[in-house]
């Protein structure tokens, strides 16, 4: 088959319809084999495709593996990595709130609160450690 687009859906296709139609034929004791036999013409054509797209995309922008000798450095991440912690505390403590105050009182909710703030001071003690 060739990888190119509109060639692969129709050849898809012209192969779905010949299943059928062989199905058709040779009645439903065959059913499984017919299946398992489009099923692998299908995949064949999914990685011929997938392998087209790698080779044309051309080489990672950096190694997978580091060169012997050289350490493997990460890419940096942009933005702050605190803002997502942040958020989640407060759409937790929201919520959480409102059930620790009403199941268990003053003790529950400040329970609550205190494993959201030392999260987050963990969080925040973790950041300062690994900072470059």
Known sequence: ????????????RQDMR????????LGP??????????????????????R?????????????QPYPGQPYKKPKRSGNPSIPIALGSLGIGIPLTGIAAAEAGLAGL???WGGIVTINIAHAIGNWRHRD
């Open 1 to 12: 088959m060739q990888t190119g687009g509109v060639q692969d859906y129709n050849d898809i």
């Open 18 to 25: 010949a299943t059928i139609d062989a199905r058709r034929d």
């Open 29 to 50: 004791e065959y059913e499984t084999a017919l299946v398992e036999s489009f099923v692998e013409r299908l995949d064949a054509t999914i990685a011929s495709r997938v």
């Open 52 to 64: 087209a797209e790698i080779h044309a995309a051309g080489p990672a922008p950096y190694p997978a």
């Open 110 to 112: 400040l329970l609550a």
